[in-house]
């Protein structure tokens, strides 16, 4: 008999590869089996912490008695904070265009719900991390994936992009540095995607929260290239670059508001209408945006040292490469599925578990095609455990293209 308690149609295809994968992982672990988890870039699971200032002031905060709701904004220091940090990265912003939130995750939900009506269109990155998608699919809107290219280093094709606008396109998402890819854009191609959405009228999200956990190059914050008149939200938070992804504290920082203030009142609403994002941390921020440049020194060597053994041992092992990641604490690994041949990107995945007790999130929960064999490996673990999981790799990639194994359960 059909339940009368019935989910709404808009969740049925609602996927998260990223934590779905896990139920496989605790089969696993019922049957007595270790599994080394690199699906979830949480860095405080791997020995990460949050610098020791920011710890003391979120506590502070607690002991003063800061345990009413904030201002649905925020409260007035973190947000000036926000700001003259922005400024000092040529960031366009006043402390009113920032508007704290449950981590960015919530900032990003802001903002699609104030601007998308059903059937509109957001375009989003392909691979690119699948919040987005959720966020449109809840809305009814469409999300187009405009492509990022790994034989150009994960860069995205600026003809591709403007070629997938239509007159309901309304949003233009980026995230830099990428994830699942930790590709870093170059100013030139930020700059010709702004003008992308330019021409066409588009409001423009940069999703920034990896943007001080950089290797390679220097990251070129979108907003600070928006010029006078194009909107852009950035999104920060205090959980990548801060370590503190459980505070769940974020914000969105909008430039050239003044091009949009009925959006900027539909965004207010929605945000008075969920209260507030959680006090306490807040009175951290102002600490945040002031500790100096060293606060990420060990953890970037760390994470350097981490990024270089899994770019090395993968591109060694035969059928197998990776692009170098320039950013975040991701990389899109590739393994010679013969284009579908040997099985789908997530029965590699599994197999791999089953087999040698790895999770890998496979590239498709991010929007590469199954056949292509990508996925992506969470680099938080110390480089000993990342060289013990690239053996165990390499052991299961010797069978399985000797014909040992099959990817069939
Ligand atoms: C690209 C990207 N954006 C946003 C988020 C969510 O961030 P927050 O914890 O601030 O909600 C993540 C988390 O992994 C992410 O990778």
Not at 133 to 144: D, F, H, P, T
Not at 198 to 221: C, M, S, T, W
Not at 284 to 296: F, I, Q, R
Request: charged share 25%.
């Amino acid at each position: 008999m059909a339940t009368r308690y019935a989910p709404a149609s808009r969740t049925q295809n609602y996927k998260y590869a990223i934590r779905n994968i896990v139920v496989e992982a605790k089969k696993i672990e019922a049957q007595g089996k270790k599994v080394t988890y690199l699906n979830i870039g949480d860095p405080v699971l791997y020995g990460f912490q949050p610098p020791q200032e920011l710890i003391e002031a979120n506590v502070k905060a607690l002991r003063d008695g800061h345990s009413s709701y904030s201002p649905s904004a925020g409260i007035a220091a973190a947000r000036e904070a926000v700001a003259e940090e922005a400024k000092r990265r040529n960031i366009r912003a006043t402390p009113d265009d920032v508007i704290f939130t449950y981590g960015a995750s919530e900032a990003a939900d802001i903002v699609f719900a104030a601007v998308l009506e059903p059937g509109d269109e957001v375009l989003v990155p392909s691979p690119g991390y699948p919040l987005y998608s959720a966020l449109a699919m809840k809305i009814g809107a469409k999300e187009v994936k405009y492509r990022q290219n790994p034989k150009n280093d994960w860069q995205p094709d600026i003809d591709e992009l403007q070629s997938l606008v239509t007159p309901r396109t309304k949003l233009l998402v980026i995230i830099n540095p990428n994830n699942p890819t930790g590709a870093l854009y170059s100013k030139e191609t930020l700059a010709a995607m702004l003008d992308v959405a330019r021409r066409n009228g588009l409001i423009v999200i940069a999703d920034e929260v990896y943007h001080k956990l950089i290797y390679d190059g220097v990251h070129a914050p979108m907003a600070s290239l928006a010029g006078d008149d194009l909107p852009v939200v950035t999104l920060e938070s205090l959980s990548k670059n801060y370590l503190a992804p459980g505070w769940r504290l974020g914000w969105m920082t909008v430039t050239n508001s003044q091009a949009m203030p009925d959006v900027m009142g539909a965004i207010r609403k929605l945000a008075d209408a969920r209260l507030c994002a959680p006090m306490s941390p807040q009175h951290a921020v102002p600490v945040a945006m002031n500790l100096p440049k060293s606060y990420l020194d060990a953890t970037m060597a760390r994470l350097r040292a981490q990024r270089d053994v899994t770019y090395d041992m993968l591109n060694r092992i035969e059928g197998f490469s990776c692009n170098k990641p320039q950013g975040a604490f991701y990389a899109m690994a590739q393994v010679d599925l013969r284009d579908g041949e040997l099985g789908t990107d997530e029965e590699f995945v599994l197999g791999l578990l089953r087999e040698k007790g790895v999770l890998f999130v496979h590239g498709s929960g991010f929007g590469t095609n199954p056949k292509d064999g990508f996925f992506r490996i969470v680099f938080l673990p110390d480089v000993e455990t990342l060289k013990d999981v690239y053996h165990r790799v390499a052991d299961f990639a010797a069978n399985f293209f000797e014909g040992k194994l099959s990817l069939a359960k």
